[in-house]
């Protein structure tokens, strides 16, 4: 089992910047493809980016290509997404999500077994 637990968010402004964290525990995250999904209210899920386990490959919705840089420290079992030039559409609630058994990507929300609980973030305008 992988625990996820999320951080960092928070409010701000429109143009502002925030840092979420993503720390697990119970087992190594050098073998899981990491991503961050995000959902607004009266909105379904979506991914917005994933990075493979071992980092060499990254996917970014186009929404936030630009904007936001995926990286994580297998070292100390944390990803973190750099979230720059934040517009008042970014606002969800983020959850961090893993997923075990391939060496890239992977963009399908149903193969995420594991996800945190999940941290708002609101951007005003």
């Known amino acids: 089992q992988v625990q996820l637990v999320e951080s960092g968010g928070g409010l701000v402004q429109a143009g502002g910047s925030l840092r979420l964290s993503c720390a697990a525990s119970?087992?190594?995250?050098?073998?899981?493809?990491m991503a961050w999904f995000r959902q607004a209210p009266g909105k379904e899920r979506e991914l917005v980016t994933a990075i493979s386990w071992s980092g060499s490959m990254t996917y970014y919705v186009d929404s936030v290509k630009g904007r936001f840089t995926l990286s994580r420290d297998n070292a100390k079992n944390t990803v973190y997404l750099q979230m720059n030039s934040l517009k008042p559409e970014d606002t969800a609630v983020y959850y961090c999500?893993?997923?075990?058994?391939?060496?890239?990507?992977?963009?399908?929300?149903?193969?995420?077994?594991?996800w945190g609980q999940g941290t708002q973030v609101t951007v005003s305008s």
């Open positions: 999500a893993a997923a075990s058994g391939s060496s890239g990507v992977v963009l399908t929300t149903a193969l995420y077994p594991y």
């Open positions: 119970g087992r190594t995250l050098s073998r899981y493809t």
